[in-house]
């Protein structure tokens, strides 16, 4: 019978190989018998207890087979479904791959924990009808799905449960710094937070989350010399150091394309602590906004200092008769350096080129800039975290407002020692 009941529930008959050879002789004995082919099949299928159209299917099949009538063979047939199972075998493998191409990126496997996590979050996806599976994954990863399996039962390591702890501090202290820390700078400001990592830690968790420091840009030219105009000379031939605050300040325009048009950026920065001590962003780029710079240095160092230089390029508004005058109000002597040489104010387009990376490009940032406005106010937030929380690798990894109080603390405690004596 084609088919059987068993506790109440039908199921399909499965034939042997031997019982459709079996079945495919008995019908071509007995057609060479009668000398006839109608209802042979119907014939044998009847006293033989099979299904009629099995029975008519199996001697079709024998027939190609064996050359008789044309078509696909039982082999070319077997073939041709072992390659369409041997392509979407394929076809999940080359997803599964697609989908680590990230995972993968370092080109050494990742982490067990990233493992498990990457195994737990695809496995129960449909690939051509099938799922994923942890064994196929875990045969392109080229991990052993005993090993998952026992990650997934096993208590968590005392260094996973750190890790898992020490990682969203370390992104909120990337994020709280624009996003912009690398391993050195990152692992620096943990252990200024209280937090006891190691530099080689705090790389593998970066990695493990993902982050990763700013990079800087190439500088676009923006000096704009102005040849008739008298140049004072360099005080400082490339020495960017000074014993003392406000002793050496140098300055530069840079500037930053905005929906609302171009905006220009001044920055006045003290050679000794590398604070920003004057700044002033402007939809132009006149002499004026040179001025409104100075002016903010000059109410927050002081009205009058001997023995300052203020360097800058050869642009047209630091050659100006009003900047000289300003800085000689204040007590400041000017210095320009060479015309369309970098070195020559390399600590003023430094600051330039970061002011770029970390604020203007940064990966705290997700878009352009709207307006002039918009990036004055942003420009602000960054110049108070440069000059109270940004590390300086020139410094010591410290902040230039914590440089600057601990030359002062030193210079309290050297005057209290000598009014003792």
């Known amino acids: 019978m084609p088919k059987e009941l068993a506790s109440g529930k039908p199921t399909t008959r499965r034939y042997s190989d031997e019982e459709k050879a079996t079945a495919v002789r008995m019908v071509r004995t007995l057609r060479a018998e009668l000398g006839v082919t109608q209802g042979t099949v119907q014939r044998v299928a009847t006293q033989l207890g099979y299904g009629v159209e099995s029975v008519r299917m199996w001697v079709k099949q024998a027939d190609i087979d064996d050359g008789v009538t044309p078509g696909v063979s039982s082999a070319e047939a077997q073939r041709v479904k072992e390659l369409e ?4 075998e394929l076809r999940r493998a080359n997803e599964v791959l697609k989908r680590a191409a990230f995972f993968l990126r370092g080109g050494a496997r990742p982490p067990l924990p990233e493992v498990v996590a990457f195994i737990d ?29 026992a990650a997934k039962t096993h208590a968590p390591s005392a260094r996973a449960v750190r890790d898992e702890a020490l990682i969203p501090q370390l992104v909120e202290l990337w994020e709280t710094n624009y996003r912009v820390y690398g391993v050195r700078k990152l692992w620096k400001t943990a252990r200024r937070a209280g937090i006891m990592i190691g530099r080689d830690q705090t790389a593998r968790l970066m990695k493990v989350a993902g982050i990763e420091g700013a990079r800087r840009s190439k500088k676009v030219k923006t000096t704009r010399p102005d040849p008739a105009s008298a140049q004072h000379p360099d005080l400082v031939r490339r020495e960017f150091t000074a014993t003392a605050p406000n002793r050496l300040w140098v300055t530069d325009l840079t500037f930053v394309p905005t929906w609302a048009g ?120 960054w110049v108070h975290w440069h000059n109270t929380q940004r590390l300086h690798g020139y410094l010591g990894d410290v902040p230039p407002a914590d440089f600057k109080n601990a030359f002062y603390a ?12």
């Open 410 to 421: 030193v210079q309290a405690d050297r005057e209290h020692l000598v009014g003792i004596k």
């Open 262 to 381: 171009v905006a220009y950026v001044c920055f006045i920065i003290d050679a000794f602590s590398r604070m920003i001590v004057g700044w002033r962003v402007a939809s132009h780029m006149r002499t004026e906004m040179i001025l409104d710079a100075i002016e903010m240095a000059r109410w927050s160092r002081g009205h009058h200092h001997t023995d300052l230089r203020c360097h800058s390029d050869a642009g047209s508004q630091f050659t100006s008769i009003r900047y000289g005058e300003r800085l000689a109000e204040i007590g400041a002597t000017p210095s320009i350096g060479t015309v369309g040489d970098s070195y020559d104010n390399a600590l003023a387009e430094t600051v330039n080129r970061y002011y770029k990376a970390e604020l203007v490009r940064g990966p705290a940032r997700s878009g352009p800039w709207k307006t002039v406005e918009d990036l004055e106010l942003a420009t602000l937030g």
């Open 121 to 149: 979050a695809n496995k129960d996806d449909l690939v051509d009808g099938r799922r994923l599976g942890v064994e196929l994954i875990c045969r392109q990863l080229q991990v052993a799905p005993s090993t998952y399996y």
């Open 85 to 88: 199972q041997e392509v979407r």
